[in-house]
């Protein structure tokens, strides 16, 4: 008897009631805006100073019509009011995702367009800043659609380049995915196309192209949709990338799988590596993928540790063309010691949900355990590209949500309680 109270006075003080506390999104506020697609958030210059732009791409099937990019400028002080968001273009061919290029010029853009719809195919990157829209890829009729867009001086010449993944997908026969780059001539403004150079002109990726150094080595992380890869690059001759024969790449996993996205985050599980956050987009079968770089000086040759954080995820309608789940993002939301790695946002796509992953064991980088909420529910609306930023820095981080059936953009606050 004594024994066994003793051992529970033990476990009562190992064991510290340290629970986390509930992160709950409270809904703000939401706007109509027709089709809206992929959100983004951007840095912008609004009355003298810096403040979040909430850029939306929109689009529709009707073939050979061009669609919509709007804006929300200041959204952080629009949070509570009725917003009604301004037109940036309606010249652009199915707008994707949007890019910051204040690379190229401070609080300018790029959207990437075109897909695989019927006379949607035909994209391009398009450079806006101010009013001028300008296409940078060289038009040769072939069709290809962009979803991202990467900074580099690839060449060494002093001017900061772009690099991109595209696809050229035919009715019939196989999709061709091509790594290109595009060479800035480095003239004061940008006013036509910049020269296309092939990094990989077959099996390329066609989404998107993430650079990012690791073991002091420059890498660039992609994946292909239609091609089912996850790809690393890099050069024999880096800083310089302009010379195809001294390019590598090599399969980050050998599973053919429709990868809609990757990122590299900080670190997912709290060893302090950083670490791969990825999703397949699938009508059957969907997931939610984490992968461990290589052990530390082996980022060439070295396994890559897979984890499948969530899976099973399928569109609310099994029909070809839709799929599950869509874009995911690791947020830093330590707002108390005990919860030590980033909390997870996944956008649903075609089966209209968004999730809130939350890891188990925060003290151990060996477990990848996740629980997964759900909480944002369309009835019957695909949901588009999430984006979160603490948008008015009152310590919360604010999500919107395109609903892209329903034609609405919810705003929410995710609290903790
Ligand atoms: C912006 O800054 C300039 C120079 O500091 C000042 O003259 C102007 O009034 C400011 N404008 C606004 C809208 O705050
Ligand atoms: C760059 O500037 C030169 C000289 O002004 C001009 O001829 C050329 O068309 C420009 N190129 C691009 C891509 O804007
Ligand atoms: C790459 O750029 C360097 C420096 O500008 C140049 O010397 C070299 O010829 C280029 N290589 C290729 C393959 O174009
Ligand atoms: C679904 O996908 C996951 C991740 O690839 C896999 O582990 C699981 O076995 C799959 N389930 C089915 C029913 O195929
Ligand atoms: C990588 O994984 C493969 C297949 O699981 C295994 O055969 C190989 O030994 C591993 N390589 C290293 C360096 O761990
Ligand atoms: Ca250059
Ligand atoms: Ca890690
Ligand atoms: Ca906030």
Redesign the pocket.
């Known amino acids: 008897m004594q024994f066994y109270q003793f051992i529970l006075v033990v476990n009562i003080f190992a064991c510290p009631l340290l629970t986390k506390s509930e992160i709950t999104p409270v809904l703000l506020n939401k706007f109509e805006l027709t089709h809206a697609g992929f959100s983004t958030l951007l840095r912008t210059w609004t009355l003298n100073s810096t403040s979040w732009a909430l850029v939306i791409s929109c689009f529709n099937a009707v073939p050979k019509t061009t669609d919509y990019v709007y804006s929300v400028p200041n959204i952080g002080q629009q949070l509570t009011t009725r917003i009604t968001p301004t037109l940036v273009t309606d010249q652009i061919i199915w707008p994707n995702g949007i890019v910051a290029a204040d690379r190229l010029v401070e609080y300018s853009m790029i959207v990437p367009s075109g897909f695989l719809v019927p006379g949607k195919t035909n994209g391009n990157l398009y450079f806006i800043s101010d009013t001028n829209i300008i296409p940078l890829v060289p038009d040769d009729k072939k069709n290809w659609f962009y979803h991202d867009a990467e900074f580099k001086d690839m060449d060494g010449d002093g001017h900061i380049d772009i690099v991109t993944g595209r696809a050229n997908v035919p009715l019939v026969g196989r999709p061709t995915t091509q790594l290109v780059w595009l060479k800035n001539?480095g003239?004061q403004t940008?006013?036509?196309?910049?020269n296309l150079n092939y990094l990989l002109t077959k099996g390329g990726p066609d989404i998107q192209v993430q650079f990012a150094v690791v073991d002091s080595l420059q890498v660039l992380f992609a994946n292909s949709f239609f091609e089912r890869k996850l790809q690393m690059f890099w050069s024999d001759l880096d800083p310089l990338w302009n010379d195809s024969t001294k390019l590598h790449v090599r399969h980050i996993d050998y599973e053919p799988h429709p990868y809609e996205c990757i990122q590299l985050t900080l670190d997912l599980n709290g060893d302090n590596r950083p670490d791969l956050l990825v999703t397949v987009n699938d009508e059957f079968n969907g997931s939610l993928i984490a992968y461990e770089l290589p052990s530390s000086g082996d980022i060439r040759r070295g396994n890559f540790t897979k984890h499948i954080l969530a899976s099973g995820f399928k569109p609310r309608v099994q029909v070809k063309g839709q799929g599950a789940p869509g874009q995911a993002i690791a947020i830093q939301y330590y707002s108390f010691t005990v919860r030590k790695k980033p909390i997870l946002i996944l956008s649903g796509d075609d089966d209209g949900c968004v999730y809130l992953l939350e890891a188990i064991h925060d003290n151990d980088p060996s477990n990848w355990e996740y629980s997964m909420k759900i909480i944002h529910q369309s009835e019957k609306s695909t949901i588009g590209q999430v984006s979160v930023e603490d948008v008015d820095s009152d310590g919360h981080p604010e999500m919107f949500v395109p609903a892209y059936n329903e034609g609405i953009v919810y705003i929410y606050r995710l609290v903790d309680k």
């Open positions: 001539p003239n940008i006013t036509g196309p910049w």
